[in-house]
C-alpha cells in the first residue's frame, strides 16, 4: 500500500463530499472505535454514497491513513527557536509529545500505523518531523552549535516518543525532556556524520 498524502480541492462540490468524509472520519475515530470503522459505515456518517469513497481510497486502511496524516500534520509547522539547540531539542520534544499525547490523536496514529501495509513507503509525519529537524539544526549550526544528525533527532527523540504512546506507556515533559537531553549530548559527542543528514 502506498502512502496517500492529503489533497484538500478548494471549492466545489468534490471539496464538501471530502469535508463531509474527513469530519465524519473524525468524529467516529472521536468516539473511540477506529477498529469498527468501515467505508459504509463512514458513508452513512458523511451522508454520500459509499462507491464515492471506494472509488477515491479503495480501502478503510487507505482512507484512514490519509485522514490521519492530515490530523497529524499542520502545514507550516516550524521547529522552535528558542536560541540555543538546548532548548529548541526540548521545547520540540514537548511538542512533539503534545501533539501525539491527547487521546484522540493518539487513537489517529495508532489508526494511521495500522493501516500502513508492512515495509511501506515512509510515513508521511516523519517526513514532516525530518523537514523540522534539520530545521532545526540549520538554525543551531548557524549560531556555532554542534549539532546532531536529521537521523539521531528521529531515532533518538521522536521516535521514541511515537513508541511510548503507541504502546500506550505512560509518558509526560520529563520523558520528553529526558530524550531532548540524551539527543544533546549525542551532538557534544560529534557522532553526526555526512551520510546521516
Known sequence: MTSVAPIRRTGGRSARVLDAIY?????????????????????????????????????????????????????????????????????WARIVLEDIGTPKRTRYLRAMVAARDGLAPDCPCLAQRRVMAAELIERSEARGERAPSVAQIIDHLVMPLYGRVLMGHPTDQADADRLAADVLALAGEGCSGPNDR
Open 23 to 91: 469530519t465524519a472520519v473524525g468524529q467516529l475515530m472521536g468516539e473511540g472505535k477506529p477498529d469498527k470503522l468501515t467505508i459504509p459505515v463512514v458513508a452513512e456518517r458523511a451522508g454520500v454514497n459509499p462507491t464515492s469513497i471506494y472509488r477515491r481510497w479503495g480501502d478503510i486502511d487507505e482512507l484512514l491513513e490519509e485522514v490521519a496524516v492530515a490530523a497529524l500534520t499542520q502545514d507550516g509547522d516550524r521547529a522552535p527557536d528558542t536560541g540555543s539547540l538546548g532548548g529548541d531539542l526540548q521545547a
